[in-house]
């Protein structure tokens, strides 16, 4: 991220990767529709699980992940972001709270930004739990 | 990637991307120095660990691993790329072949193209373990 305060173009990055978890938080499907690059080079990695390819395995996790219940607050933290043309990623940390479980997920993504409408949307997502420990792997 | 086999530049990116896996196997930290961009901008999540920003914290990390010897073998597999403009981004699977552990790290690692001399750089690398069985969280 430039020094200081983000500047026009970041700041739309940080929009939609924020849009990301709050449709996530709120258990909306169609925001989360709305922020993602609905296309097969769509790629996502849930913590602990392999990664899914294309925009409808990817889609159809969110839905089952839903399913079961919205998964607690996000509370996203240390958002950097870089940007290279229309390509931008950006790394932050969700802290999770819910009843059920406390935590941090670390997460790498890449938005791209559309040539038509010049919104940026997620295009791959990687998210991984933070151990308070290294594993023993 | 395109269909079928990869072009030219989704080629240069791939071996530069299988270059960091032969050089962190190796335990060939000049290799690691030369695949990545040791800029501030620089990012890496280990499996179960938080982010670390900059190359220095990076390079450190690389460089604490390899004191401990070399992790094993990396068969990596399942690799993709997607490039816009000078920025690619890759998904794979690190299969972990050693004595003390096997495993798979799914990765997701975006280069970009350095403007001077057009080599495909490493500017973020995540990886995290793949769970047979989902996690409790």
Redesign the interface.
């Known amino acids: 991220m430039s020094p200081g305060r983000p500047n026009a173009v970041e700041a739309a990055v940080l929009a939609a990767n924020q849009s990301f978890y709050d449709a996530f938080e709120a258990g909306d499907l169609d925001g989360i529709d709305a922020v993602w690059e609905r296309s097969d080079?769509a790629?996502c990695?849930h913590?602990?699980?392999?990664?899914l390819?294309g925009w409808d395995a990817v889609r159809a996790s969110f839905e089952a992940i839903l399913r079961g219940g919205t998964p607690g607050q996000f509370i996203v933290t240390?958002a950097?972001v870089?940007v290279?043309?229309?390509?931008a990623?950006v790394?932050c940390?969700e802290n999770?709270w819910s009843e059920d479980?406390v935590?941090?997920v670390?997460?790498?993504n890449?938005l791209?930004r559309d040539p038509l409408d010049r919104r940026w949307r997620l295009?791959?997502h990687?998210?991984?739990?933070?151990?308070a420990h290294?594993?023993d792997?």
């Open positions: 080079r790629v990695t913590p602990g699980w392999g990664t390819r240390a950097d870089d290279t043309d229309d390509v990623w790394t940390d999770l479980a935590g941090t670390a997460a790498l890449v791209v295009v791959a990687h998210g991984s739990t933070v151990h290294a594993p792997e």
